[in-house]
C-alpha cells in the first residue's frame, strides 16, 4: 500500500489494469463472466488513496511527478485473505504435513505453549503485505493484540475471529460476546474490538450452545461468524460414530464429559444447530457430498477455500467445480504457517488453476469482491476513486 500520510499524485503504470469497477459478489455462472481490463493503464494516487485509473495516454503527469513503471504485468485489487491463523507464524515449518489431520493436530499441540518474541509474526505480516494482500480475515486468540499492531503497521485491514474453544457455558453475559481470552484484551481497545467477531472453531471442539449463542450475537450485530467446516474425514467420524483418531486426541481434554454425539455430518449438524445463512463463512468444505454443496448454497452461507492447506494436511481436495458452479459464495484464504508454506493468497488461486483448471477469472473474484462479501467489507475489492490504494500483480498463470 502507498502510504496515506504521503499527499504528492503517484502514478503506477501497467500493461493492464483489472480495476474491477462494476463487478459485485459473484456466483454460479456470474464467476465465470469475461472480466474487463484496461490496457496500457495507469493508477493514480494520492494520500494511500485511489484518484482514477486512466489509459495512459490521457494522463497529464506533472513535473517531478513520481511514476513507476510496473512492466508487462496486469494490476488487480489487493487480495483479501479471508482465513488465517497469524498468531501461529511461530510454528512454520514445524508440524507435520502429509500424515492425516489429527497427526498434524498433535505436531501442532506440542507447540502452543511455546514462548516466541512476534518476529515470526512481523515477517509473516510483512510478507503478506508485499504480495498484494489488502485484508485478511484472521482466527484470533490471546495474541491477538499483537496480530493487530502487526497487520496494521504493515498497510492491511484485519477482521479478527475470536475463537470460543472447548466446552464452555453459553457466552451471554451482559451483551459481551468475547472468549475469556480475548475479552480482557478488548475491553479497553474498543476501536479493536469494532473489527473483531465471536467464532467458533468447529463442530467438534466448540460447545454447540455458545456456537449458537456467537452465531445469534454476528447475526443481531450484522458481523460475519466463521466456522471451521468438513475439513476432514476424522472430522465427520467423530461426529457421526464418535470414535476415531480425532476423537481420541481430543477425548478428556477439550469434549465436555456431557458431549453427545449427534451421529450427523458435519454439514447436516450445522443446520440442526442453526449455523449455517448469510453472513456465515464455513472454511475449508473438503468433505462435501453432493447434497451438501446444494444444501450449503441453499443456506446463502459462504465458503473460504484454502486448497494448499488441505493438501498438505492431506485430508483431500475440496470439490470445487460443483461449490463454484453451485450458487456458493466463494472466497480464498491460506490457513496459517502452521498447514501451509506462506500467506500469500494468490498461490491458492495458482494451485486450484493449475490443478483444477479452475477460471482464471472466477479465481480473481474469489480474490477481491467475494472475500470482501464473505467478509462483511464495504468498499473493498475494487480499485475505485477513494478507496485505499492496495493492489496486486496478477499472477501469470491466472492471466484472463
Known sequence: MLQEHDDRLRVIRARTILDMLGERPATGRDLFRPLRGLDNAALLVRGGRVLDVLPWKSVRVPAATPVTDMGDVTLMPGCINAHCHLQLSHTAGRTLFGAGFTAWLRSLIALL??????????LACRDMAAAGTAHVGDYAGDGLLAVDAAVRANGMGVTHFCEWFGGQAPFIDGGRPWPPRCRALLEPRPEVAAHCAPAGHALYSTDARVLQDARQWCRLMGRPFALHLAESEDETRLLLDGEGPLWDCYRGMVLPEDWAVPHLRPVAYARRLGLLGPGTLAVHGVQLEPAEVEALAASGSALCLCPRSNE???????????????????CLGTDGLSSNTDLDV??????????????????????????????????HGRLEPGSRAVFSVLPGSLSV
Open 312 to 330: 498438505h494436511l492431506a485430508v483431500g481436495t475440496a470439490p470445487v467445480a460443483s461449490l463454484l458452479e453451485s450458487g456458493l459464495l466463494c
Open 346 to 379: 494468490r498461490r491458492e488461486a495458482v494451485f486450484l488453476r493449475e490443478t483444477l483448471d479452475v477460471a482464471p477469472q472466477a479465481l480473481i473474484r474469489c480474490l477481491t469482491v467475494n472475500g470482501a462479501a464473505a467478509l462483511g467489507l464495504a468498499g
Open 113 to 122: 505453549r511455546e514462548e516466541h518474541d512476534g518476529t515470526a509474526l512481523a
